[in-house]
């Protein structure tokens, strides 16, 4: 039971780090990234071979294999989607915007599932990577029972401390940049701000939360092939994202736990319908585009909408205007007489 | 008929183009525009429509790549920058369509405006929060009274698509303000707003100049043109027709051709 109750705390937090990834994407910058699951990988893949030992008489084939312990491993392979995010920035986002953006993203998660599923030499193609150490396993003397809790204890932690940090980028001068690259790039781009180098900067902080949610991934189960990233995968995050409310990091924990956890996961553990293996799974599936499209329809802004920032926010404190400005009481001081205006 | 630098010697231009030309397709819509904005006066772009009048200012704020031509602010040659780098320099442009930020508040909508911010460096962000603090309270202070000139002061924490059309009209030039310019390209910012509203821009614009801010303002309604334009400037089939002041415009037959003999027909247009 605590292991069933612990693996959907696990889940919860992970994804939520995953919706605050997508979120400074596509929720405050626009750039609608349909390869989102990709990064995860390459950040999970990542985490694994430079957690792993040397590939030599394992049974499994991949590169590196450097044996790093746990919070450093995990945050190169942060680093590791970002490098993917870096490349693949510099050959899409300058041109493409919107759909067709999302086009090319999409085939691009395509392409990269059937390469790594097929190039057996990068992270041992179909089967995967496994037999990832689980971290701290031995100093704290853990057991294959009381892993869960306390990997799901730390992803916790480590989820409180991006969201904190998220935070504070969407709360700043940096993240209102976003918002209006998301609202209109042409009136940013005129307002002297870098277009590309906005979404420069919001593709690589997303594709870093993308790679450790990933990384903790690898980490929780201790192994992850390509059946865990088949690119549908991508919008599950993005359900997470639009049910919780897009622009809203708590909003994203609350899509979190509704999508993941309780659509998702929970009813993995329910009884098999008998004569009907894997019939629930399907109807989940089925279940989260519907949930998906309700929310659409009647709640669009998601269950825990983006919050305005008002005025006292900024540091100042509103004063009574004496200009009541009413457009057409003209108290302006220096109203002109056009003459006969048209 | 001359073609750029037309200006008087005392007069110093803040913003030249010679020899401008862009086309769509084959459809010339810009053909060798040239002219002077004089620094710290307000200049009209009239002319029929289809001159090319919005293809000029988008290609001058680095919206759009000419073909062919210079582009100069002040001294510096800045043909086919991107418009970020133009808007650095102190060219900000606002659009005949108002385009909002419209997820922002109306505030928010000025906060975005002044360039190099502190808070938009993450290392900013996390390492020195204590001075992006202090610049953003600065900033919102300068947008409370901006938008307080503006008559936008009790819309501030609403968001920019709500607002009403002739808000909007405000709101962009509120904001193109808010970014300290030295030269204001306005793409008709009086098009279709209410008699009173036009009254009020104009004296916005004309308090502009005042503070020292260059214009250049494409304008349809030759009433005030004549109220508060120093300079006009004539487009006409992509090419620079006549610049000078409107009486002397007046006199010209091409111009009259051109454009004011049409007057009563670009009148009914609003």
New interface residues.
């Given amino acids: 039971m605590t292991y069933y109750v612990f693996t959907l705390v696990f889940f919860l937090f992970d994804y939520w780090i995953l919706a605050m990834g997508l979120n400074i994407q596509y929720g405050e910058t626009g750039i609608l990234n349909f390869a989102y699951i990709g990064f995860v990988a390459i950040g999970a893949y990542f985490t694994g071979v430079f957690s792993l030992h040397s590939a030599k008489g394992t049974g499994q084939f991949y590169i590196l294999g450097l044996g790093l312990p746990f919070p450093l491993n995990l945050l190169l392979g942060g680093i590791a989607a970002m490098s993917l995010a870096l490349l693949v920035a510099l050959i899409t986002l300058r041109r493409l915007r919107t759909d067709y953006l999302a086009i090319v993203l999409i085939s691009l998660s395509l392409v990269l599932y059937d390469f790594c599923n097929n190039y057996v030499g990068l992270f041992n193609g179909a089967d995967g990577l496994y037999n990832v150490p689980e971290p701290f396993a031995k100093p704290f003397g853990l057991n294959v029972n009381s892993f869960i809790p306390f990997f799901a204890c730390v992803a916790a932690v480590v989820s409180l401390l991006m969201w904190f940090?998220m935070s504070?980028?969407m709360r700043?001068?940096?993240g209102?940049?976003f918002?209006?690259v998301?609202?209109?790039e042409?009136?940013?781009?005129?307002?002297?701000?870098?277009?590309f180098g906005v979404k420069l900067?919001s593709m690589l902080?997303g594709s870093f939360y993308a790679g450790v949610g990933g990384g903790l991934l690898i980490q929780f189960g201790g192994s992850f092939n390509p059946t865990a990233w088949l690119p549908g995968e991508t919008f599950v995050v993005f359900a997470v994202l639009l049910v919780g409310g897009v622009g809203s990091n708590l909003g994203m924990f609350v899509g979190a736990l509704l999508v993941e956890t309780l659509l998702i996961h929970l009813p993995a553990f329910l009884p098999e319908i008998p004569g009907h293996p894997g019939l629930i799974e399907y109807f989940d599936s089925a279940l989260v585009g519907i949930v998906l499209m309700v929310m659409l329809w009647f709640r669009p802004q998601g269950v825990a909408p983006e919050r305005?920032?008002?005025?006292p926010s900024?540091?100042?404190v509103?004063q009574d205007?004496?200009?009541?400005?009413?457009?057409?009481?003209?108290s302006?001081p220096?109203?002109?007489?056009?003459?006969?205006?048209? | 008929m001359t073609v750029g630098g037309v200006l008087d010697r005392t007069e110093i231009a803040a913003l030249r183009c010679d020899g401008i030309t862009k086309a769509f397709q084959g459809v010339h819509a810009v053909n060798g525009a040239a002219f002077d904005v004089p620094e710290g006066q307000i200049t009209a772009l009239i002319g029929p429509n289809g001159a090319g009048k919005t293809t000029v200012v988008n290609i001058l704020?680095?919206?759009m790549r000419c073909d062919s031509g210079r582009e100069f602010l002040g001294e510096t040659e800045v043909t086919n920058w991107?418009?970020?780098?133009i808007?650095?320099l102190g060219l900000?442009?606002t659009?005949q369509l108002s385009?909002?930020?419209?997820?922002?508040?109306v505030?928010?909508n000025l906060?975005?405006?002044p360039?190099h911010?502190?808070?938009?460096?993450?290392a900013n962000?996390?390492f020195r929060?204590g001075r992006?603090?202090r610049q953003?309270?600065e900033?919102?202070?300068r947008a409370?009274d901006v938008l307080?000139?503006?008559?936008?002061?009790?819309h501030?924490?609403v968001?920019a698509r709500e607002l009403?059309g002739?808000?909007k009209k405000?709101l962009e030039i509120a904001?193109a303000v808010m970014?300290e310019p030295k030269i204001l390209l306005l793409d008709e910012p009086m098009a279709g707003v209410?008699?009173?509203?036009?009254?009020?821009i104009?004296?916005?614009i004309?308090?502009l100049r005042e503070s020292g801010v260059t214009v250049l303002m494409i304008e349809h309604?030759l009433?005030?043109v004549?109220?508060?334009c120093d300079y006009v400037v004539v487009l006409a089939e992509g090419r620079t027709l006549a610049t000078g002041r409107l009486n002397e415009l007046r006199q010209n037959t091409a111009v009259v051709k051109a454009y004011l003999g049409e007057v009563i027909d670009a009148?009914a247009a609003?």
Wanted: hydrophobic residues 40%; without cysteine; neutral net charge.
């Fill in positions: 940090a504070r980028v700043s001068p940096m209102r940049t918002r209006a998301r609202d209109d042409v009136v940013a781009a005129a307002l002297g701000k870098n277009v900067k902080i305005l920032r008002r005025t900024f540091g100042v509103p205007s004496d200009n009541s400005g009413a457009i057409g009481s003209l302006s220096a109203a002109l007489e056009l003459g006969d205006a048209p | 704020s680095g919206a991107p418009s970020y780098r808007a650095r900000l442009r659009f385009r909002e930020l419209g997820g922002l508040t505030l928010e906060l975005t405006a360039a911010q502190e808070g938009e460096s993450l962000v996390f929060p992006v603090r953003e309270r900033h919102a202070e409370l307080d000139i503006y008559g936008l002061y009790q501030r924490d968001r009403s002739g808000q405000l904001r970014a209410n008699p009173a509203l036009i009254e009020l104009g004296a916005y004309v308090d309604n009433n005030v004549e109220q508060i009148g609003h």
